[in-house]
């Protein structure tokens, strides 16, 4: 219900300014992956991806996820991750794990 409340209540522009990060993020890391044909999945990258598409999925049917600083800071913490294990692994550098 999350998506549904920012769009009643900041309208059509509100609401894609406030979901821009999300799409740019999840296009990008999207884009790398395929670009990379994959090389750089991991068992890791699935556990936390499958994280990031389980507090997705309670923020469109249960609301107020990503609004709230109590749950919606492991789902940005998680993005940033997975962001960076694939930005890293696709360009060679980063921190090994």
């Not at 999207?30 to 750089?40: A, E, I, Q, S, T």
Request: hydrophobic share 50%; glycine share 12%; no cysteine.
């Amino acid at each position: 219900m999350d998506f549904f409340d920012w769009f009643y209540n900041f309208g059509i522009i509100g609401f894609l300014l406030l979901t821009a990060p999300l799409l740019v993020l999840g296009i990008r890391i999207l884009w790398l992956m395929f670009r990379d044909k994959f090389r750089n999945v991991s068992p890791q990258l699935i556990v936390v991806g499958t994280g990031i598409g389980l507090g997705l999925g309670a923020a469109f049917t249960a609301g107020h996820v990503l609004s709230s600083p109590a749950s919606g800071i492991y789902l940005s913490i998680s993005l940033a991750y997975v962001y960076y294990k694939v930005y890293s692994s696709s360009r060679g550098t980063g921190i090994p794990s």
